[in-house]
């Protein structure tokens, strides 16, 4: 028999003086309402009251074990209460990483907004281009383009999202237009850089399969906003995700090649670790991104004539990036 349930057997009877009032409370028949105080009498192997067919009389020992009951059963219903506030409001303190150069433009922007709707969260940001580790550094969210997801992580599409390889009308016009995956080899390619230097390859699909393309050029670097930068100055291709350049594509300022080669598969995403039950936090600031990053217009406006989110009563920390 549930403990719980004979703890509750025991309250009710005293709290309302009979059995047949606290079994009509509680919808059973008074006959199961005394079995389960005898089951909890045998099991402590104490009497907590005398019991006649119109009076119940606690012992000594009932008087102090009621006071215990009743303190267990109110703990029980706050931390339910709490817990079940928990996932309607949103509160406590929410840690996200985010790449450095979207999380500046298309994440970061927004908490304002989101801490004057959610008072009781505190906000704090990583933003960097360095895979987190986002259960042993303690991160409650993190925000992906693309990549590889961990099965025991939940991957929640924000925002759809490709990498293409792009560069200004004058651009081409100097050099010609690539049509095939071996022609980059002939053209300037401004390429992300590892540290000692290394370059990180292209990545494309071919014949259904995925290829690796080495690029070479006269420039290359760590910061992918100093990269969208140079492809706009004309000075060679870039490979850059489609969120970055919407705004310079709708006006032609930028234009993308070899799109039959591109990946498919660079979505933006909102990755947490599995859970029974989701915190409200997480699952507020995810719908919340997600909602903005629905919005018309939204990725083809410049960063300039994005509104700015309302301040909020919330606490924002944002980290430098490594």
């Known amino acids: 028999m549930d403990k719980l349930k004979q703890i509750e057997a025991f309250v009710a009877v005293v709290e309302k003086g009979s059995l047949a009032r606290a079994a009509l409370e509680q919808n059973i028949t008074p006959v199961m309402l005394g079995r389960r105080i005898d089951a909890l009498e045998k099991r402590l192997g104490v009497k907590l009251m005398h019991r ?3 009076h119940q009389t606690l012992t000594e020992q009932g008087n102090v074990f009621l006071e215990d009951c009743r303190k267990l059963l109110s703990d029980m219903e706050i931390a339910e209460r709490n817990i079940s506030e928990g996932r309607h409001k949103a509160t406590g303190h929410l840690i996200v990483s985010a790449p450095a150069s ?3 433009q298309h994440v970061a922007p927004h908490a304002p907004g989101f801490l004057a709707a959610n008072p009781d969260v505190q906000l704090s940001f990583n933003l960097t281009d360095q895979v987190i580790d986002l259960v042993r550094e303690g991160y409650d969210l993190g925000i992906r383009i693309g990549g590889v997801i961990d099965p025991s992580f939940v991957a929640v599409r924000l925002a759809k999202n490709r990498r293409v ?12 237009i690539p049509r095939t995956l ?4 002939q053209h300037n390619c401004l390429a992300f850089n590892l540290q000692g230097g290394q370059q990180r390859g292209w990545y494309f699909q071919q014949g259904g399969k995925p290829v690796t393309v080495r690029v070479q050029g006269n420039l290359d670097c760590n910061d992918g906003e100093l990269l969208h930068r140079w492809a706009c100055e004309s000075l060679g291709l870039a490979w850059r995700s489609t969120w970055e350049i919407q705004a310079q594509l709708a006006e032609g300022s930028l234009i993308t090649v070899l ?3 591109a990946l498919p598969d660079y979505d933006i995403m909102a990755v947490y670790l599995q859970q029974r039950h989701l915190p409200a936090k997480i699952r507020f600031f995810i719908d919340e991104l997600k909602a903005i990053y629905a919005e018309p217009g939204y990725w083809t406006k410049p960063i300039a004539q994005r509104p700015a989110s309302a301040a909020g009563t919330g606490t924002l920390q944002l980290p430098p990036s490594p």
């Open 259 to 261: 799109d039959d080669f």
């Open 102 to 104: 979207f999380g500046r």
């Open 165 to 176: 390889v792009c560069g200004t009308p004058e651009y081409f016009e100097r050099n010609g």
């Open 52 to 54: 006649t067919t119109r």
């Open 182 to 185: 071996d022609d980059l080899a």
